[in-house]
């Protein structure tokens, strides 16, 4: 047994983990979310959807309990549903390019980010880049607070974000994963997507853990 596999089960051992969706005791090989939730869950898998920019990959409708789950991550700072949401897309990553070498969270306005405490593509972008076993990287910020996407057409939605995105240094890495919480039309993805190939990068892939 490895290091950190021992210090899991002492750990989990000490502290026992619970299903983030139904409270019960998980096993070891379960993790956060226990085989029964996850079998009701609200599976769409594969979905994959290819732009002239990105492949993009959601395994979840944004149905309950995962519209739930996302809204008490985001809303109220139950931090736990981000390793648990992530653990979601272990079977995605599956259909992910095999030569993926740095995972890039949305980005969130500093603002929004000041009042919220913390960015929620992050929160799930950091085990899913330990899963791959490649780096969080940053290097893009959001050069203005962008209105909230819910309730708007997808021709608002591109408007919206048009040029909401700004490289704030070179991009390093050849194949970049983009990871957020919920996709709908793609456009955040979209522009996102074009500043990271503008700043260098030469592929760019996208999962997040729903679709609307």
Known sequence: MTLPRLLQVLENAVVPLRCAFCGTRTRDDEGSVCVDCRDDLPWVEPV???SPLCVSLAPLAYEFPVDA?????KFSRRLWYGPALAQLLDG??????????????VPLHWQRKWRRGFNQAREIGRPVARRLGVPLIGGVRRARATRPQTGLSAAERRRNVQGAFVASRP???RHVLIVDDV???GATIGQLARVVLESGADRVS???VARA
């Open 171 to 173: 991009c390093r890495s």
């Open 48 to 50: 994959r959807t290819v």
């Open 69 to 73: 789950a996302i809204k008490a991550l």
């Open 206 to 208: 996208s999962l997040a």
């Open 92 to 105: 995605a990553i599956e259909f992910l390019p095999a030569d993926i070498d740095a995972v890039l969270p």
């Open 183 to 185: 996709v709908t039309t």
